[in-house]
């Protein structure tokens, strides 16, 4: 009986993140800088019309900062916001630890094109006047 727990488990797994694999960021407050991830998140969006943001514990509110700097400068429109806690183990396989964990999933706005295009114009201005 376990086994069929596990095989159903492992299925529900891959079946409802392949599709978001492609466009999901998951997002940490330590190794890249902010901005690196907003300009991940604008070729993400570029390419899948949609991405997600991913964190758990202490990066999330480097997430929400993403979200906001994309939703500001009227790129993104927000479509989804989940919540939840992870079961984790501390790294050396001590006690398990509970964790926040956010995703936020963020679509094109309507004037995402032009304001990419707009932009990709200013740095082409910028270069020729160097």
Not at 66 to 90: C, F, P, Q, Y
Not at 116 to 129: F, G, I, K, R, T
């Amino acid at each position: 009986m376990e086994g069929i727990t596990e095989g159903v488990n492992n299925l529900n797994i891959t079946d409802s993140s392949a599709s978001n694999k492609k466009n999901r960021i998951q997002v940490s407050n330590t190794k890249k800088p902010l901005f690196f991830y907003v300009n991940l998140a604008k070729r993400y969006m570029q390419q899948h019309n949609e991405v997600e943001l991913s964190a758990l514990g202490m990066a999330i509110a480097t997430v929400v900062t993403i979200a906001e700097i994309l939703k500001n400068n009227g790129l993104a429109v927000e479509k989804k916001i989940m919540t939840s806690t992870v079961d984790m183990r501390e790294e050396s396989g001590g006690r398990p630890v509970q964790k926040a964990k956010i995703e936020i999933l963020l679509g094109k706005s309507e004037k995402f094109d032009e304001l990419m295009a707009a932009s990709a114009e200013e740095v082409l201005d910028n270069e020729e006047q160097s």
